[in-house]
């Protein structure tokens, strides 16, 4: 009783093909417009809704882009997607939202999931822990568009898949020559596992911009850590147990939540922020501008991300009159947002 009426219902129940209905649906011009009253009014009676999947199955491809982020918590991912999601409807394209919960085999499960949906194509963040990137393969050989953003797999080439991501090293490089700017000689990095392309570009940016202004990089100022409100707290628990001349005075976390997490320990313990030790983080999450101080911080273009994730997309579907493009990867500038956590 509760099962949804379908197509083949309406064609049964009104003595047509199939064929015909999906045809009168569709406002097919070799259908008479006596038929399609009959199986418009029909449909209405039975609450018949069309089947998006069910209808990109028998076409070989829907109408739907597929979308895996690492997690759906926080600012960023939120952001990005609510880009993705205005440029596709824009478009036309409806959106599955998919999170991997930074978890290698939930993507690899879901983007099976999405190629037997026949998904037009696949927008993705890499979780924390992909380190094997066998299951991108099927889709690239399919020939189903694969745009990576923010976190990509470095090499991975084809004609069906591009990138777009932030000049991490550039916001990395300007917020240490910033905290240097405002005299902080020993400064800190929290960061995440180096296999992950921004973790090894913001990285890098802190390790230049020390080399550029002639400070020598103390590893022991740089916490692998989880980049979460915890994880920065664990790390700046570490730091400054360290001796007065070896702890840092300053601080740059690869995320805004760790940089909170540190500077609350950094309060607890008795030191001032930014007069002791001056904080900067990376995202500009909503929250940093109602932490006490305000922090410091590295605006990602999130909307722009996503909805330039799904322009370079469209650039490599097939339509008629409409060749493929080559694609090629698109990196955004990263705009670093000044507050009192840093300025001494």
Partial sequence: ??????????????????????????????????????????A???????????AGLRRGRSNTLGVIVPHITGYFFPEVIHGIASEASEAGFNVMICQS????????????????????????????????FEHFEAVRQQGVPLVFFDRVVQGFKGTNVTSVTLNDYLGAYQVVEHLIAQGCRRIAHFTGPLHVNIHKNRHQGYLDALAAHGLTPDPRLT????????????????L????????????????????????????K?????????AIAGFSNEVFTQLTEPALTTVDQRCEQ?????????????????????TPRGIVLKPKLVVRDSSQR
């Fill in 101 to 132: 919960n930074e978890d290698a085999q939930q993507e690899r499960q879901i983007i099976e999931l999405l190629m037997g949906a026949q998904v037009a194509g696949i927008l993705l963040s890499l979780s924390d822990t992909t380190t094997d």
């Fill in 305 to 325: 991300m996503g909805r330039t994730a799904v322009q370079q997309l469209q650039k490599m579907l097939p339509s008629p009159g409409h060749t493929p493009a």
């Fill in 44 to 54: 209405k009676e039975l609450h018949y809704q069309p089947n998006p999947l069910a």
């Fill in 240 to 267: 400054m147990r360290l001796s007065a001349t070896r702890r840092p005075d300053g601080v740059f976390s690869s995320n805004d939540l760790a940089a909170v997490g540190g500077m609350q320990v950094a309060k």
């Fill in 1 to 42: 009783m509760n099962r949804r009426a379908s197509i083949t219902d309406l064609a049964k129940a009104l003595g047509l093909s199939a064929s015909t209905i999906s045809r009168a649906l569709a406002d097919h011009h070799d259908v008479s417009e006596a038929t399609k009253a009959r199986v418009r009014q029909l």
């Fill in 269 to 277: 313990l008795g030191f001032r922020v930014p007069e002791d030790v």
């Fill in 223 to 238: 916490a692998f850590c989880e980049l979460s409100q915890q994880g920065g707290a664990a790390a700046m628990r570490g």
